[in-house]
């Protein structure tokens, strides 16, 4: 699945793990076997903020990074313009 996201200013998505549910389900997939990746379609902002497990990650655009199953993330935009990416959901 793909979709293009916006974060706007000021928004905090919480660190969390995803559920997939109706992905899960659509898919007959494990969660265990499904795999996020989120690319940025622009080069760091301040306040941009991504964070798999303990990691800050950070790139310029075209920059990715990827997570799988029911690993703890979480993104914030603390900046003063709004954050896209693309996300991709599939599972291996």
Known sequence: HLSI????????????KDNYPTYA???SA??????????????PAPGHQLWIGDKFCTGPAGSWFSWQGSTKHMAANLGEMDRYVI????WV
Request: glycine residues 4%; contains cysteine.
């Open 5 to 16: 996201r916006r974060q706007r200013q000021m928004c905090i998505r919480d660190r969390h």
């Open 25 to 27: 389900k659509n898919k």
């Open 30 to 43: 494990e969660v265990s076997r499904i795999v996020r990746i989120m690319i940025f379609l622009h080069d």
């Open 87 to 90: 996300q991709l959901t599939g």
